[in-house]
């Protein structure tokens, strides 16, 4: 039998090796599956580890890399917030439509898209939209006791059906696009390029503010030890004087928030206009979680795994231009690579022995 | 012997560590016989009844069923010669239909004829009436009494053991409950009545047996008996000592009002209570009378829209929470160490910020004084003796008499103006105990208001000055400690008066 026994200390040292230990498990599944789906594996795995410097010009891969990381990682630290607490919000995807939903309507709105404040109000609208569709969970699980993460998740296909009627319906746009999408928004309201060529631009410098800024309250201020001892036992919370219906609030608003702000940099940034949700949404926000945890619920490890998971998502998409290997290949990587990061996780806290049964006899 | 008991237990004696559970327990039941056992928490009475289901081994003593001396060495062969308990907590499937629930415990003893039909069947016969095929989640905690009943009878055991099966129901239910149990001592069963209600074991039992400190002080016919002697007898001879350190009792620090609150349906009514600086305020009360919401209401972990129930020194604070009540002075330190005075998971540190949220020393505009807590941390264990290794020790690491000296001396250290402690020594060691208390008197000492709740009522017999008691969420009027004689404590406890001893 395998016995689970409490480690009395767990320390960085052991969560070094558990991570370690997924991490290998990861990288032998995925040339597994490589060598499955290539017929020329060999080049698929050397590939998918060094794309940056195989062809094109090297700051355009790592620009792509950095690009999506920065999507995910605000959006997943967001959602770490709710998560160290035991707040299941599942539906960060939905709260990304309406940021980029609210940045357009505030760009609607506004009547002078040219003034230097116009930038900063789409972002606001964008942090207000995410942040409104996130209460709703929190209102019902607060009030009417829903469970919070099928509330949350069933929203987003509201909202992702919401992005598509605006955009075939009042919102319409150019009806010889080829697909259902609004007018752009006016270049001086767009993210400009940092880097010509690459994919870098203003709007991931507004991210990663974002990003450290909560990652500083999740580690130095009240906020991060609220959540712990909501975390652990809902009881102490009351004791220490911390409301738990406050907590959801909180956790829901802040996460919200900040997949509402990768809404409205992406609709500054990268489309410039809503279009419907299927070619809208890149689920983010279900990536999203995977990085949370992988990362486990930590500001840096959320940080490494969100670079980790979209420099695997970009080498999928380059070797299936180059060898033809389907890119859905990401997907299981990263399904796996959760599934081995949580597995792992137990090994932190608890030793492995192995025992053979013996039947305690009564006395 | 001339005839043979259904049961009968010789010279039983149990053992945990120093603590002697049972000691040479001799108790016999009679077939047809409704027993009743009596004692206060910790007298013994669940060991001896472990020891009767298989669940716990005698450290000597014999146990003879039927007249044969027997050995009951797992609960199945308890099941199997014929006892069956029904537990005070109930086991079931929210889930299921009780036809399934029943199921469930029964693995195959059931053969021939439907299950179904014997559940109606038995529940005819003892007026136990239940609907099989309803799922249990829709059904009040008398009918789910009725479920773990049906479920005991349907084994046939001769023997039934009810551990204090009143306790969840209505006055109703009690009395639908008194029906079945005379109807099942009619037809030849022998009933253990475990209560604490003197009320009904005089009303439904035909004999009675009283434990205290694991010893049987009393057999008898209870309804030859008065309830006074019943009392008096579970609670011993203490004397209650007339000579106590002289405090100087100051102002009023905490008054309580006409508190009606209720919390995870457990009601508290709480009329009047004064509490003053230098003062030690005992409430007594059995368990699970309403100490847990009365330590709720008190703490602000339950608040009242009355504002005007509770005044801490002098502001009215009924609806404050945990942290503007400790702002005002008022200190608390709750029953449950792991998981609501401290968080199991997290470190001695972090665990002196759980009760120092609003401590402007401990933190400010969001951000946390690291270097007060680690300050705090050394204080607390230096002053207290508490063993532990390191500041980055999690709270579960700590033993039981350790963890409670550092929940109780976070809080002593502050100064408390009132002081709220609920069950100070409860589950630790002898030593720290004794220490405990001392740390309490102490503190009046210096001025502080203290209200301790306890099931000891010895602890408060030696420390408090005022006492009163909690019974069903109502707590009675309070008097200083040498005006209770035991006999009232114990009619007031048991709930055998209605507050008409004031």
New interface residues.
Partial sequence: MIHLELRQNSNWWTSLRSITLALLITAAFSIAVLFLMSDKPADAIWQMLTFPWQGRRMEVQFGLVLQQAAYLAVIAIGLSVGYRANIWNIGAEGQFAFGSIGAYAAYLLIGSPDAAWAFPVLLLAGIIGGCLWALIPAFLRVTCNTNELLTSLMLVYVASHLLTYLCIGPLKGDPKAGQAETYPIADSVQASKLISGTELHTGLIVLLVAFVILAAILLFTLLGYRLKVAQHTPRAERFAGFSPNNTVWLSFAISGAMAGLAGAVYLTAETGKLIQAENYLENFGFAAIIIAFLGRLHPLGILLAALMISYVNVGASYIQASLQVDDSVAELIEVVALFAFLGCAVLDQYKVKFKRTTVRAAT | MSHAALLQTHQISKAFGPVVANEKVDFEVQPAQIHALLGENGAGKSTLMKIICGLQ?PDSGQVYWKGQQCTI??PKVARAMGIGMVHQHFALFEGLSVTENIAFSIDGAVQGRTLEDQIIDLAERYGLMVEPRRPVFELSAGERQRIEILRALLLNPELLILDEPTSVLTPQEADQLFDTVRKLAANGHGIVFISHKLKEVKALCDYATVLRGGRVVGSFDPREQSTESIAELMLGSRNISTERQHRNIGEKRLQVRNLSITDHDQALHVKQMDVHAGEIFGVAGIAGNGQEVFYAGL???QTTTDNNAITINGTQAGSL????R?VLGAM?V?E?RL????????DLL?NV???N??NTEA?SK???NRRYLSAQVEKITKLFDVKHAGN?T?AR?LSGGNLQKFVVGREITKQPSILIINQPTWGVDAVSAMRIRETLMQLAGTGSAIIVISQDLDELLEISDQLAVLHQGTLSPARAVQDWNIEQLGLAMTGSTSGAAA
């Fill in positions: 081994q060495s797992s703490s602000g972990e929470g945990p942290n503007e400790r608390f709750p449950e998981g609501h005075a401290a968080v199991p998971q997290l972090d910020l759980l009760s949220i609003s933190t969001g951000f946390v980055k999690a690491n």
